[in-house]
């Protein structure tokens, strides 16, 4: 089994395609289909269910899928560490991160981290907070910026960037936006608008709905902090969410309220970083960076 057949099969399990695979890698569509087919031959078992318009993961396929993500970024890591040493930073730098995470300039720190680092490629992808902690887990990404990440569900080092209210927001014409103050049983029966489960402030405001013991419903799911504070506006729900969101310039036209009770909810952000000895030349770099703007 080599580095490169790894690589193969990741492109393809990704891109759900050979031939977006090898347009991806620069490969032939018939070495690569070679390649996977060599891998499957020395491990015994298919790793794709294949039709003439989808290419799906088997169970053996998933189960390596783990397996070679970790391999290929130990491989990146021991070729960055080598760099390193020699005073050279160079490969990749992964970075994950929630939509509009509290506490970082997230572009002007890459901005700062390409100014330093010219020959490292940055990659960005935003994903939920779950799938944010599963990429590190996995060495998919060398560093993620998430939210409402609690210690049991992450073994390595958590360094927290910012913690505030979440609130109550609503339509200026919505009946609650007259007072300074909601209680939580004033809240059931109300439409809500919040992110889909994976997502750091859905994740935040379904634990203070339960701490609170009060049911709710979720009337429309969105993707975006864009859409949802045009939805409450349009005054077709009202959305409990971290403080910072009020003050946007979307948000003008609305009202924030505070959230009453002995139990406030809070959204936390929080940099996700693997255990110090797997952590990577470019994270420690672009770490340096963070704290260095969290002291300023």
Aim: aromatic content about 6%; proline content about 5%.
């Amino acid at each position: 089994m080599e580095l490169r057949q790894l690589e193969h099969f990741v492109a393809v399990a990704e891109e759900h395609h050979f031939t977006r695979a090898a347009e991806r890698l620069a490969v032939s569509q018939s070495g690569l289909s070679a390649s996977v087919r060599a891998l499957e031959q020395e491990l015994r078992t298919p790793l794709f269910s294949r039709t003439t318009r989808s290419v799906r993961l088997t169970e053996a396929g998933r189960a390596l899928l783990v397996e070679a993500e970790r391999t290929l970024a130990g491989a990146r890591a021991a070729k960055d560490a080598v760099d390193a040493v020699r005073g050279l930073l160079r490969g990749t730098l992964s970075v994950g991160v929630e939509q509009c995470v509290a506490g970082v300039s997230l572009p002007r720190l890459l901005a700062a981290f390409h100014r330093e680092h010219p020959h490292m490629e940055i990659r960005l992808r935003q994903e939920g907070t779950t799938s944010l902690v599963d990429g590190v887990a996995g060495g998919r990404l060398d560093i993620a910026f998430a939210a409402t990440v609690s210690p049991g569900e992450w073994r390595g080092e958590l360094v927290p960037l910012a913690r505030e209210p979440m609130v109550l927001l609503c339509a200026a014409s919505h009946r609650l936006a007259t007072t300074d103050l909601v209680g939580w049983d004033e809240l059931p029966g109300e439409p809500f608008i919040d992110f889909h489960p994976d997502w750091g402030p859905r994740r935040a405001a379904d634990e203070a709905f339960a701490t609170a013991r009060v049911r709710r419903t979720v009337a429309l799911e969105v993707n975006d902090v864009h859409s949802l504070l045009e939805l409450v506006h349009e005054g077709l729900g009202i959305a409990v969410v971290p403080h910072h969101f009020s003050r946007k310039p979307e948000a003008r036209d609305l009202v924030a309220v505070r959230l009453d009770g002995p139990d406030q909810p809070y959204y936390e952000s929080v940099v996700v970083l693997p255990d110090a000895r797997a952590m990577s030349p470019g994270a420690r770099a672009f770490m340096a960076l963070v704290r260095d703007e969290a002291e300023r």
